[in-house]
């Protein structure tokens, strides 16, 4: 069985940083994409930073220039790096994985528990 542990949310006054964790464990075969998801109340959800196995990155615009992905894959870590935060980043932030578990032949996506974020003064 996949799990995806997520951690690093917090409260943080406008211009601050924070940085989120997510760890995959489990029966892990490879991982292709990760990325960060956030969902603020009464919105959709919404991509906001992707990362592909080959290091390319993708990333909202409202977070270019703040925001970084990175990604071990020796450790099957993804972390979002949350610089200048602002009050309209605040959400609870996902992780996602599209991950092949040794006991299948196909992807599957993974989901973290999510953590909050909270920008405030």
């Known amino acids: 069985q996949v799990q995806l542990v997520e951690s690093g949310g917090g409260l943080v006054q406008p211009g601050g940083s924070l940085r989120l964790s997510c760890a995959a464990s489990?029966?892990?075969?490879?991982?292709?994409?990760m990325g960060w998801y956030r969902q603020a109340p009464g919105k959709q959800r919404e991509l906001v930073a992707s990362?592909?196995?080959?290091?390319?990155?993708n990333y909202v615009n409202s977070v270019k220039g703040r925001f970084t992905i990175l990604r071990d894959n020796t450790k099957n870590t993804v972390t979002l790096q949350m610089n200048s935060l602002r009050p309209e980043d605040t959400a609870v932030y996902y992780c996602?994985?599209?991950?092949?578990?040794?006991?299948?032949?196909?992807?599957?996506?993974?989901w973290g528990q999510g953590t909050q974020v909270t920008v405030s003064a």
């Open positions: 996602h994985m599209s991950l092949r578990s040794r006991d299948l032949s196909y992807y599957n996506a993974y």
């Open positions: 489990g029966n892990i075969f490879t991982i292709n994409d």
């Open positions: 990362i592909t196995s080959g290091g390319n990155t």
